[in-house]
C-alpha cells in the first residue's frame, strides 16, 4: 500500500470524556476516550482531535438484536471537521472552509438513523461491498462454479452488494490517535459469495485537510471484491441544490471509460474519451458537459490514466469558483465512478408506478397533476431539513471496473484465501483564492 505525505510522527494522548445520548436514547458507559495526536513539528500546535458520541441505536438486519451506533468527529487545527458512524461505516459530515474562511457541510446525508434506513436513501455517504456497482445478471463463474448473487436492481442484476449490504451493518470500531478503524465480518454465503470475509476501513483525517480511507480485506474462500465508499458531495454546501451543482469545475484523469448498456451493464469494451462529453482530462463546467451527454448526467467509470507500476494516483479535480472551495481525489484504484445524482427525485416531473406489480418502474409525464402513490417524486429529507433532487451532489467512487468478475480483460477483482485486498482513496480540500 501506498500513501503519500505521511504525518509527521506525534506522542498520543487521551482524556476521558462524556456522551451525550441522543433523543433521550438509553446510554451505557457513559465514559469514552477521546483521542489526540500532538505533532513534534514546530508550526503545528494543534492536534487533530477524535471524539465519540452516540448516533443513537439500529437494529441488526438479521438478528433483530438492538445495537448502539457511535459517532466519531475528527478535527484539525484548520477547523476542518469530519463525522463517520459505525452504521454502515458511513461518512456522515465534511465541514470545510471556504476562501472568506466560512465552513459548510459539503456531504448529503441525514440527521439521524431512521433517516439513513429510509427506502428512498441512496447509500449516503455509506462503505460499499462485497461489490460496488452492478454485477450483471446476478451472477458470475469462479474456478468454474457459477455463483447466483441476489438481484436487487430491475430483479435482473446486483447492485452494491444487494438487499443487504455491507452498508446495512453496524460495523465493530477501535480508536487509536486519529485514526477509527471499522471493522464488519461477512459470513459464507452472504448475498450469495463464496467465502467468509473480514473488512475494514480505516478512516484519519490530517493536518493538511486531506481525509484517508483505507479499506482492506481477507477471504476464506476464492471470492470478488470491489469496496468503494458512496458520499455525494456539493462544495457551495449539502443543501444548495443542481444549480451550485452545475457551476462546478471538473476534471477527471482518464483517457477511457467502460462501455455499459442501458442497464449500466459494462458490454466488455473501453470508449476512449476523446471528442465525447466524457472528456473531462481539461477542467469542464458541470453543467454544460452534463447536458452533452445522453441522458444529461454522468453515471459512468472513468478508467485511470496511471503506470503499471503506479500505486496513488491523482483521480480528479472539482472546483466550486463561487466560493472557492476544492476538492481532488487520489486513489490506488484502475476506475472512479462520476455520478451525478441522476436517479435522485426530479422537481420538475411527476411520477406515478405503472401497476402495482411494476413499482420499480415508474411512468413520467412532465407536469401534469398525478393522484401520489407514494413520495418517489418528493424531495429526500437530509440534514437540518435540507430537500435533496436530482443533481444536487456529484459522486467519485473510487473502485475496480464494474462487473470485473464477469470480465476477463478487466483488472481482476477475485481475493484468493492468504491475500490481501487493499483500496486507498484521500479527498484533498483546499480553496483557491480570488
Same mark, same amino acid.
Given at each position: ?6 504525518? &509527521? ?10 456522551? @451525550? ?14 483521542? @489526540? ?26 438478528? $433483530? ?43 448529503? $446525508? ?7 434506513? &429510509? ?65 464488519? &465480518? ?41 469496496? &468503494? ?11 444548495? $441544490? ?54 444529461? $448526467? ?11 507500476? @503506479? ?8 472546483? %466550486? ?104 482513496? %484521500? ?8
Amino acid at each position: 500500500m501506498s500513501e503519500t505525505s505521511k504525518a &509527521t510522527a506525534g506522542t498520543s494522548s487521551s482524556v476521558s470524556v462524556t456522551i @451525550q445520548p441522543m433523543d433521550g436514547a438509553e446510554q451505557r458507559g457513559s465514559t469514552i476516550e477521546a483521542y @489526540q495526536m500532538a505533532s513534534t513539528t514546530a508550526n503545528d500546535s494543534a492536534p487533530v482531535t477524535v471524539t465519540v458520541d452516540s448516533f443513537g441505536t439500529v437494529a441488526h438486519p438479521k438478528t $433483530g438484536t438492538t445495537e448502539p451506533v457511535k459517532r466519531f468527529t475528527w478535527r484539525n487545527r484548520a477547523g476542518v471537521t469530519v463525522q463517520a458512524i459505525t452504521y454502515g461505516a458511513i461518512i456522515t459530515s465534511i465541514q470545510v472552509p471556504d476562501r472568506k474562511g466560512r465552513f459548510d457541510d459539503v456531504v448529503l $446525508g441525514f440527521d439521524d438513523i431512521p433517516g439513513y434506513q &429510509t427506502p428512498n436513501n441512496p447509500y449516503f455517504g455509506a462503505t460499499i461491498g462485497r461489490i460496488a456497482n452492478r454485477v450483471g445478471g446476478g451472477r458470475f463463474t469462479l474456478n468454474g462454479q457459477e455463483y447466483r448473487v441476489t438481484r436487487n436492481f430491475e430483479n435482473r442484476h446486483q447492485l452494491h452488494g444487494g438487499a443487504i449490504g455491507f452498508d446495512k451493518y453496524n460495523w465493530e470500531s477501535h480508536v487509536e490517535g486519529p485514526v477509527v478503524t471499522l471493522t464488519h &465480518t461477512s459470513p459464507d454465503g452472504d448475498e450469495g459469495y463464496p467465502g467468509a470475509v473480514i473488512v475494514s476501513v480505516r478512516y484519519e483525517l490530517k493536518e493538511d485537510n486531506r481525509f484517508v480511507a483505507v479499506f482492506r480485506a481477507v477471504s476464506t474462500k476464492p471470492t470478488p471484491i470491489n469496496l &468503494t465508499n458512496h458520499s455525494y458531495f456539493n462544495l457551495a454546501g449539502h443543501g444548495t $441544490g443542481h444549480e451550485e451543482i452545475y457551476r462546478h469545475v471538473v476534471s477527471v484523469n482518464a483517457d477511457k471509460i467502460t462501455e455499459t448498456d442501458a442497464d449500466s451493464i459494462p458490454s466488455g469494451k473501453l470508449l476512449p474519451v476523446g471528442g465525447t462529453p466524457y472528456d473531462l482530462r481539461i477542467p469542464r463546467e458541470l453543467g454544460p458537459a452534463m447536458a452533452k451527454t445522453p441522458s444529461e $448526467g454522468y453515471d459512468e467509470n472513468f478508467c485511470i490514466t496511471k503506470g503499471t507500476e @503506479q500505486g496513488l494516483t491523482f483521480v480528479s479535480r472539482t472546483v %466550486h469558483p463561487h466560493s472557492g472551495r476544492v476538492m481532488e481525489v487520489y486513489s490506488d484504484q484502475p476506475g472512479v465512478q462520476l455520478y451525478t445524482s441522476n436517479f435522485m427525485p426530479d422537481p420538475n416531473k411527476n411520477i406515478r408506478p405503472r401497476s402495482e406489480n411494476a413499482a420499480d418502474y415508474y411512468e413520467v409525464t412532465r407536469l401534469e397533476p398525478v393522484v401520489r402513490d407514494g413520495e418517489a417524486d418528493l424531495p429526500i429529507r437530509g440534514k437540518a431539513g435540507a430537500k435533496y433532487f436530482k443533481h444536487g451532489a456529484f459522486c467519485f467512487e473510487t473502485q475496480n471496473y464494474p462487473d470485473a468478475i464477469n470480465h476477463a480483460n478487466f483488472p481482476s477483482s477475485v481475493l484468493n484465501p492468504g491475500e490481501q485486498y487493499v483500496h486507498e482513496v %484521500h479527498y484533498k480540500f483546499d480553496v483557491v483564492r480570488d
